[in-house]
Structures are given as structure tokens and as C-alpha cells.
Nanobody, 124 residues
Framework: QLQLTESGGGLVQAGGSLRLSCAAARRTISAWAMGWFRQAPGKEREFVAAIDWTSTTTYYAHSVKGRFTISRDNAENTLYLQMNSLKHEDTAVYYC?????????????????WGQGTQVTVSP
């Protein structure tokens, strides 16, 4: 059973940067698509970014495009999310997810494995 563990969250001022990591264990994710999602207090979980198995194709939510970058290191079995120019509205719990399919999608229903999440708080 795949295990995903996020890290790198924390408290940062608006305009700052954070880099989230998602380490996969118990099986390789090299042939799977991966994604990041987030859930703010009182809101539904929403799509942030996704990447296919070769890193050829990436998708971003409109709200983060140009500020966030998703990447992966298949040799390290790890997914990343570089977040720059952070805004207060980026405050949320961030989750990584794995899709047992090579192709990325924005649809969270297509992801079968989820991490526990890491809190990102951006002060105004």
C-alpha cells in the first residue's frame, strides 16, 4: 500500500516562499501521475497542480499559475511544490495525491492515494 508523507509547510509572510515535499514509500510512483490539492478552513478541497509520470505535462489552478511550480524526482520517489509570491488566500492544508495512471488530471476523484497533509499559513 502506497504511503505519502508531506512536509515543508509552515508560517510565512505574504510574498514569501515555501517548498513542499511529498515522499512516497512502500512502492514506486515513477509510473503514476501526481497532484497537489488544498483545503482552506470552511471550504472544500480544491485542485492546485498536477504532473504526469514523465514531467512532460503539468496542470495548475488559475489561482496559482505563475507562482507555484510542481515537479518530481522519480529516482527519489518524491513530489515537490515550489510556492512563490504567497498570498494570505493560499493558507490551507496541502495534500499530495497519487493517481495509479500515467496521465495527470485535475479531478481529485481520479486519485486513489492521499497523504495526511501539511499546514501552510500565510500571514497578511
Amino acid at each position: 500500500q502506497l504511503q505519502l508523507t508531506e512536509s515543508g509547510g509552515g508560517l510565512v509572510q505574504a510574498g514569501g516562499s515555501l517548498r513542499l515535499s511529498c515522499a512516497a514509500a512502500r512502492r514506486t510512483i515513477s509510473a503514476w501521475a501526481m497532484g497537489w490539492f488544498r483545503q482552506a478552513p470552511g471550504k472544500e478541497r480544491e485542485f492546485v497542480a498536477a504532473i504526469d509520470w514523465t514531467s512532460t505535462t503539468t496542470y495548475y489552478a488559475h489561482s496559482v499559475k505563475g507562482r507555484f511550480t510542481i515537479s518530481r524526482d522519480n529516482a527519489e520517489n518524491t513530489l515537490y511544490l515550489q510556492m512563490n509570491s504567497l498570498k494570505h488566500e493560499d493558507t490551507a492544508v496541502y495534500y499530495c495525491a497519487a493517481r495509479p495512471n500515467a496521465y495527470a488530471t485535475r479531478d481529485e476523484e481520479q486519485y486513489g492515494y492521499w497523504g495526511q497533509g501539511t499546514q501552510v499559513t500565510v500571514s497578511p
